[in-house]
Structure formats: structure tokens, C-alpha cells
């Protein structure tokens, strides 16, 4: 247990579907990330948030919205999503952004038809 | 190119040594990671190093870093089956270092 989790762990949804993914950390760390991980790719950062606040947006498209309302919790809205967007997307959190070690959660390992 | 890269699978004999290899980009990257991935969970920071240091031991795991040519190796010494995992090298980036590139992972298999 590495103090991130995510839920749901496993997400089947069509392409005209909106659904959430949920992540919450329990170490008291003030930054928290969104990556995705594609099979034979680099783990893809995909947002960053510090103190709530966003401060990294690494060209995502906009069916991806996330939301932070505190430094504990991230969501990751998803709408209108392509089959391409199949992947493992993964959390982590950090103390503060920066050299920190980051804390990974297990992933949400999603599927879109 | 990426920027970072490494090799997508390894398969060594249990008992015998790994070395996962690592190339990156950014010469002024000041920190250097490696993470583990077990199946089914998220990854975890194994180790890391500061770009002004060569080499660094922890158990069975030593990290060799050639700055000269942007190399990085993690050697995982009597290699167990509870190894197998992905091993994902990352660098810092940015002005504070606030982000972290990551590796595609190489996948480590253990043969009996």
C-alpha cells in the first residue's frame, strides 16, 4: 500500500459515455499527478495540480477535465472518449512539485469501445 | 527521439545478475530515477541518483550513471523471481526539476 488508490480499478465505457476516475491520497502530500500508461510507450504525464492549483496541462485534449478541490483528492472527468484513450491512467502525489519521490496508486485500467 | 529510452524486455537466469539500461536527453537533468512496477499496482521509486554522482549501491541494486554519454544502468544483483517487474528510468526536467520524464519500462523476466 503506497497511500494513493484509485477507483474503480477497471472501467469499460462506450465512446459516448461520461464517467470519473477517482484518486485519493492519505500522506498528507501537497501536489498530486495524472499519467497515462500505454502498452510499449512512455508513461505520458498528463496534468499536474500543487496546492489545488493546476500547473502542468501536458497538451491533453479537452475530454479529459480534471478537478482537484483539495489537496487530498483528483478526479479525472472523462467525455466523449476515443478507443486510442484505452490505457492505464495512474496518480501519484508528491510532498510539494518538484524532486520529491512521487507515490503512485495502482491505476485505473480503462477501456473504450 | 524520445527522451528517454530504453530497452522493452529482459530475460536473465534467476541467480545471475541484470542490467537494465537507460539513455536520456537532458544533459542538465539533476536527478535520475528508478522505478518498479509490479503487475497489477502503480510504480515505486527503487532508487535514484544526482547527476553529479557515478555510481550508487543499495543491496542488490547498483546505479551506474555516464553523464558524458547520457547513460544510466541499474544492476540488480542475484536476481529473484519476485524481480520480474518493469523497471521504468526517469529523469528530472525543468527549471526546479518539477517534472519527471519517464522511460517506456523494460520488462524483466526470470528464467529458473
Known amino acids: 500500500e503506497t497511500g494513493v488508490t484509485q477507483t474503480p480499478r477497471h472501467l469499460v465505457m462506450g465512446m459516448t459515455n461520461k464517467k470519473s476516475l477517482k484518486c485519493e491520497q492519505h500522506?498528507?502530500?501537497?501536489?498530486m499527478y495524472w499519467y497515462k500508461q500505454s502498452a510499449k510507450k512512455p508513461l505520458e504525464l498528463m496534468f499536474v495540480?500543487?496546492?489545488?492549483?493546476?500547473?502542468e496541462n501536458n497538451s491533453v485534449p479537452s475530454r479529459f477535465s480534471p478537478e482537484c478541490p483539495n489537496s487530498s483528492h483528483l478526479f479525472l472527468h472523462l467525455h466523449t472518449l476515443q478507443p486510442e484513450d484505452s490505457a492505464l491512467y495512474l496518480c501519484?502525489?508528491?510532498?510539494?512539485?518538484?524532486?520529491?519521490?512521487?507515490?503512485f496508486g495502482p491505476g485505473t485500467r480503462l477501456t473504450v469501445l | 527521439g524520445e527522451d528517454v529510452e530504453q530497452s522493452l524486455f529482459l530475460s536473465v537466469r534467476e541467480g545471475d545478475s541484470s542490467v537494465i539500461n537507460c539513455t536520456y536527453t537532458?544533459?542538465?537533468?539533476?536527478?535520475l530515477y528508478w522505478y518498479k512496477q509490479e503487475p497489477g499496482a502503480g510504480l515505486q521509486l527503487l532508487t535514484y541518483?544526482?547527476?553529479?554522482?557515478d555510481m550508487k549501491q543499495d543491496q542488490r541494486l547498483t546505479v551506474l550513471l555516464n553523464k558524458k554519454d547520457k547513460h544510466l544502468s541499474l544492476r540488480i544483483a542475484d536476481t529473484q523471481t519476485g524481480d520480474s517487474a518493469i523497471y521504468f528510468c526517469?529523469?528530472?526536467?525543468?527549471?526546479?526539476?518539477?517534472?519527471?520524464?519517464f522511460g517506456s519500462g523494460t520488462r524483466l523476466s526470470i528464467r529458473p
Open positions: 501519484a502525489s508528491s510532498q510539494d512539485r518538484g524532486l520529491q519521490e512521487q507515490f
Open positions: 500522506l498528507g502530500h501537497n501536489a
Open positions: 495540480y500543487n496546492f489545488k492549483e493546476q500547473t
Open positions: 537532458d544533459s542538465s537533468s539533476t536527478y
Open positions: 541518483i544526482f547527476s553529479n554522482m
Open positions: 526517469a529523469e528530472s526536467k525543468g527549471s526546479s526539476a518539477s517534472k519527471i520524464i
